[in-house]
């Protein structure tokens, strides 16, 4: 029984992921999209493919409350633009990329106000 008791107490009192973590996701996040961004002005399709699965990787580690549904439909744009490079359509690929941009920036910027 002890030993089970020790299991659990372990897994309760885990301790939950750093400050800097979280914000070295969001930050991973959104330089992953600017190498997107750059990699669609030099026509680099595979840099882009690359980049937006490096953003999608990265913004799984952004856990915050306030803006878990932000979040989610940020990886919707990231995944639609990933789509429409795939598909040829350059403007609606990087449309998909600003939008994203924009959303995660004002995440981080939440994030930032609340944890000072």
Excluded: C, W
């Excluded at 937006?52 to 913004?59: E, F, K, S, V």
């Amino acid at each position: 029984m002890a030993a089970f008791m020790a299991v659990v107490s372990s897994a309760a009192f885990a301790a939950p992921k750093g400050e800097a973590e979280v914000k070295a996701a969001i930050e991973n996040t959104i330089s992953s999209i600017t190498a997107a961004q750059a990699a669609s002005k030099a026509g680099d399709l595979s840099g882009i493919s690359k980049a937006i699965g490096d953003a999608r990787q990265a913004q799984k580690e952004f856990r915050f409350e306030g803006t878990e549904r932000q979040r989610q439909k940020a990886n919707d744009k990231l995944r639609v633009a990933r789509e429409a490079f795939e598909a040829g359509d350059t403007a609606a690929g990087d449309a998909g990329l600003a939008e994203a941009l924009k959303s995660f920036t004002e995440m981080k910027a939440t994030y930032d106000a609340t944890h000072k």
